[in-house]
Protein backbone atom coordinates (compact mmCIF):
# COMPACT_ATOMS: atom_id res chain seq x y z
CA UNK A 1 0.00 0.00 0.00
CA UNK A 2 2.97 2.52 0.63
CA UNK A 3 4.46 1.74 -2.76
CA UNK A 4 0.89 2.25 -4.37
CA UNK A 5 0.26 5.48 -2.09
CA UNK A 6 3.92 7.00 -3.32
CA UNK A 7 3.03 6.30 -6.83
CA UNK A 8 -0.12 8.10 -6.76
CA UNK A 9 -0.61 11.43 -5.00
CA UNK A 10 -4.15 11.61 -4.99
CA UNK A 11 -4.84 8.42 -3.41
CA UNK A 12 -2.02 9.15 -0.94
CA UNK A 13 -3.92 12.73 -0.09
CA UNK A 14 -7.12 11.42 -0.30
CA UNK A 15 -6.04 8.93 2.64
CA UNK A 16 -4.68 12.09 4.18
CA UNK A 17 -7.81 14.21 4.12
CA UNK A 18 -9.86 11.56 5.39
CA UNK A 19 -7.14 10.56 8.32
CA UNK A 20 -7.47 6.59 7.45
CA UNK A 21 -5.21 4.81 9.15
CA UNK A 22 -3.81 1.64 8.37
CA UNK A 23 -3.94 -1.43 11.42
CA UNK A 24 -1.68 -4.31 10.50
CA UNK A 25 -2.03 -7.78 12.08
CA UNK A 26 0.72 -9.18 14.39
CA UNK A 27 3.47 -12.06 12.29
CA UNK A 28 2.35 -15.30 11.67
CA UNK A 29 -1.35 -14.99 13.76
CA UNK A 30 -3.64 -15.64 10.66
CA UNK A 31 -6.67 -15.96 13.52
CA UNK A 32 -6.88 -11.94 13.25
CA UNK A 33 -7.73 -12.07 9.36
CA UNK A 34 -10.50 -14.12 9.14
CA UNK A 35 -11.94 -12.64 5.66
CA UNK A 36 -8.54 -13.22 3.67
CA UNK A 37 -7.57 -16.15 5.61
CA UNK A 38 -10.51 -17.48 4.42
CA UNK A 39 -9.77 -17.26 0.91
CA UNK A 40 -6.31 -19.00 1.48
CA UNK A 41 -7.62 -21.70 2.71
CA UNK A 42 -10.27 -22.13 -0.11
CA UNK A 43 -6.91 -21.48 -2.82
CA UNK A 44 -5.15 -24.29 -0.73
CA UNK A 45 -7.80 -27.04 -0.97
CA UNK A 46 -8.14 -26.57 -4.57
CA UNK A 47 -4.66 -26.80 -4.48
CA UNK A 48 -4.12 -29.58 -3.50
CA UNK A 49 -6.95 -31.68 -4.86
CA UNK A 50 -5.72 -30.29 -8.33
CA UNK A 51 -1.88 -30.93 -7.78
CA UNK A 52 -1.82 -34.01 -5.32
CA UNK A 53 -0.79 -36.60 -8.24
CA UNK A 54 1.01 -33.92 -10.26
CA UNK A 55 5.14 -33.83 -11.02
CA UNK A 56 5.80 -29.98 -11.44
CA UNK A 57 9.06 -28.19 -12.17
CA UNK A 58 9.62 -24.95 -9.40
CA UNK A 59 9.01 -22.97 -12.47
CA UNK A 60 5.77 -24.68 -13.45
CA UNK A 61 4.44 -24.13 -9.88
CA UNK A 62 5.44 -20.57 -9.27
CA UNK A 63 3.55 -19.74 -12.98
CA UNK A 64 -0.02 -21.67 -11.37
CA UNK A 65 0.82 -19.71 -8.42
CA UNK A 66 1.03 -15.99 -9.98
CA UNK A 67 -1.81 -17.16 -12.21
CA UNK A 68 -4.54 -18.49 -8.81
CA UNK A 69 -3.18 -15.15 -6.97
CA UNK A 70 -4.87 -13.25 -10.07
CA UNK A 71 -7.99 -15.15 -10.12
CA UNK A 72 -8.54 -14.69 -6.16
CA UNK A 73 -7.31 -10.81 -6.86
CA UNK A 74 -10.08 -10.46 -9.87
CA UNK A 75 -13.71 -10.67 -7.88
CA UNK A 76 -15.63 -8.22 -8.07
CA UNK A 77 -16.46 -5.94 -4.38
CA UNK A 78 -19.09 -3.63 -5.22
CA UNK A 79 -20.46 -1.66 -8.36
CA UNK A 80 -18.58 1.57 -9.38
CA UNK A 81 -21.90 2.74 -10.20
CA UNK A 82 -25.17 3.25 -9.82
CA UNK A 83 -25.97 3.66 -12.96
CA UNK A 84 -28.12 0.47 -14.74
CA UNK A 85 -25.76 0.92 -18.03
CA UNK A 86 -22.48 0.57 -16.42
CA UNK A 87 -21.10 -2.81 -15.24
CA UNK A 88 -17.55 -1.86 -14.20
CA UNK A 89 -17.07 -3.09 -10.76
CA UNK A 90 -14.36 -2.50 -7.98
CA UNK A 91 -11.87 -5.32 -7.35
CA UNK A 92 -8.68 -6.35 -5.22
CA UNK A 93 -6.92 -5.59 -8.26
CA UNK A 94 -7.74 -1.84 -8.45
CA UNK A 95 -6.01 -2.02 -5.01
CA UNK A 96 -2.55 -3.51 -6.16
CA UNK A 97 -2.51 -2.14 -10.00
CA UNK A 98 -5.43 0.23 -10.16
CA UNK A 99 -7.17 -1.45 -12.88
CA UNK A 100 -9.21 -5.15 -12.76
CA UNK A 101 -7.04 -7.93 -13.16
CA UNK A 102 -7.41 -10.09 -16.57
CA UNK A 103 -5.63 -13.05 -18.11
CA UNK A 104 -4.19 -14.19 -21.65
CA UNK A 105 -7.29 -15.83 -23.39
CA UNK A 106 -6.34 -19.55 -23.70
CA UNK A 107 -7.98 -21.96 -25.19
CA UNK A 108 -10.54 -24.22 -22.87
CA UNK A 109 -8.35 -28.13 -22.21
CA UNK A 110 -10.22 -29.17 -19.42
CA UNK A 111 -11.33 -32.17 -21.73
CA UNK A 112 -8.16 -33.11 -22.86
CA UNK A 113 -6.10 -35.87 -21.94
CA UNK A 114 -2.85 -34.87 -20.10
CA UNK A 115 -0.59 -37.24 -21.90
CA UNK A 116 -1.86 -35.41 -24.86
CA UNK A 117 -0.68 -31.73 -23.80
CA UNK A 118 2.56 -29.68 -23.39
CA UNK A 119 4.09 -28.95 -20.49
CA UNK A 120 2.93 -25.29 -20.72
CA UNK A 121 -0.89 -26.43 -21.68
CA UNK A 122 -0.96 -28.75 -18.64
CA UNK A 123 -0.31 -26.16 -16.54
CA UNK A 124 -2.74 -24.06 -18.00
CA UNK A 125 -5.27 -27.32 -17.52
CA UNK A 126 -4.18 -26.75 -13.76
CA UNK A 127 -4.94 -23.33 -13.27
CA UNK A 128 -8.45 -23.61 -15.19
CA UNK A 129 -9.67 -26.17 -12.82
CA UNK A 130 -8.77 -24.80 -9.79
CA UNK A 131 -10.48 -21.76 -12.00
CA UNK A 132 -13.80 -24.09 -12.38
CA UNK A 133 -13.44 -25.69 -8.56
CA UNK A 134 -12.94 -22.38 -6.90
CA UNK A 135 -14.92 -19.92 -8.67
CA UNK A 136 -18.22 -22.45 -8.25
CA UNK A 137 -17.83 -23.15 -5.06
CA UNK A 138 -16.81 -18.76 -4.38
CA UNK A 139 -20.86 -18.39 -5.57
CA UNK A 140 -21.95 -21.22 -3.74
CA UNK A 141 -20.90 -19.15 -0.58
CA UNK A 142 -22.27 -15.95 -2.25
CA UNK A 143 -25.78 -17.95 -2.53
CA UNK A 144 -25.79 -19.40 1.13
CA UNK A 145 -29.54 -20.28 2.14
CA UNK A 146 -29.78 -20.01 5.98
CA UNK A 147 -33.03 -19.89 7.98
CA UNK A 148 -35.00 -17.34 7.10
CA UNK A 149 -35.05 -15.98 11.32
CA UNK A 150 -34.75 -12.47 10.50
CA UNK A 151 -35.73 -10.09 7.42
CA UNK A 152 -33.31 -9.18 4.52
CA UNK A 153 -33.02 -7.03 1.89
CA UNK A 154 -34.24 -8.56 -1.29
CA UNK A 155 -32.61 -7.78 -5.05
CA UNK A 156 -33.95 -4.33 -6.44
CA UNK A 157 -34.36 -3.15 -9.81
CA UNK A 158 -30.54 -1.42 -11.11
CA UNK A 159 -28.85 -4.20 -8.47
CA UNK A 160 -25.54 -5.76 -10.07
CA UNK A 161 -25.34 -9.36 -9.81
CA UNK A 162 -23.40 -12.21 -10.38
CA UNK A 163 -24.33 -14.65 -12.90
CA UNK A 164 -23.23 -18.31 -12.37
CA UNK A 165 -22.23 -19.17 -16.06
CA UNK A 166 -20.41 -22.88 -17.37
CA UNK A 167 -17.17 -22.50 -19.18
CA UNK A 168 -16.15 -18.76 -18.52
CA UNK A 169 -12.32 -18.18 -18.68
CA UNK A 170 -10.18 -17.80 -15.80
CA UNK A 171 -10.41 -14.29 -14.14
CA UNK A 172 -13.71 -13.91 -16.30
CA UNK A 173 -17.24 -12.83 -14.17
CA UNK A 174 -20.79 -12.45 -15.77
CA UNK A 175 -22.60 -9.42 -14.25
CA UNK A 176 -26.50 -8.39 -15.36
CA UNK A 177 -28.16 -5.26 -14.65
CA UNK A 178 -31.89 -6.33 -12.82
CA UNK A 179 -34.67 -4.80 -14.92
CA UNK A 180 -37.60 -6.65 -13.52
CA UNK A 181 -38.09 -8.31 -10.26
CA UNK A 182 -40.93 -11.14 -10.13
CA UNK A 183 -42.76 -11.94 -7.05
CA UNK A 184 -44.61 -14.89 -6.25
CA UNK A 185 -47.58 -15.81 -4.22
CA UNK A 186 -45.86 -15.04 -0.66
CA UNK A 187 -44.68 -11.96 -2.15
CA UNK A 188 -40.52 -13.21 -2.26
CA UNK A 189 -38.86 -12.66 -4.77
CA UNK A 190 -38.63 -16.08 -7.53
CA UNK A 191 -37.23 -14.55 -10.48
CA UNK A 192 -35.49 -11.52 -12.41
CA UNK A 193 -35.69 -10.12 -15.71
CA UNK A 194 -31.58 -8.88 -16.72
CA UNK A 195 -30.07 -7.20 -18.79
CA UNK A 196 -26.58 -8.39 -19.65
CA UNK A 197 -25.04 -5.49 -21.87
CA UNK A 198 -27.47 -5.11 -24.50
CA UNK A 199 -29.45 -8.88 -24.25
CA UNK A 200 -32.40 -9.28 -21.52
CA UNK A 201 -33.28 -12.58 -20.20
CA UNK A 202 -34.96 -13.88 -17.59
CA UNK A 203 -32.97 -16.02 -14.33
CA UNK A 204 -34.71 -17.73 -11.33
CA UNK A 205 -33.54 -15.91 -8.28
CA UNK A 206 -31.10 -19.20 -7.20
CA UNK A 207 -28.79 -18.35 -10.64
Known amino acids: MKLICNKNETLANYFASEAIQWKFIPPRSPNFGGLWEAGVKSFKHHLYRTLVNSKITFEEFETIIIQIEGILNSRPLVPLSDNINEYEV????????????SAIPE????DISDNRLSRWLYTTKCVQTIWKRWENDYLNHL??????????NNVAVGCLVLLKENDLPPCK???ARILEV???T???????KLRVFSDAITRRSTR
Do not use: C, V
Not at 90 to 97: A, D, K, M, P, R
Not at 145 to 150: P, S
Not at 186 to 192: A, H, K, V
Open 107 to 110: PAIL
Open 173 to 175: WAM
Open 182 to 184: IYG
Open 143 to 152: QQKNKWQFEK
Open 90 to 101: LTLGHFIISRPI
Open 186 to 192: DEYPISE
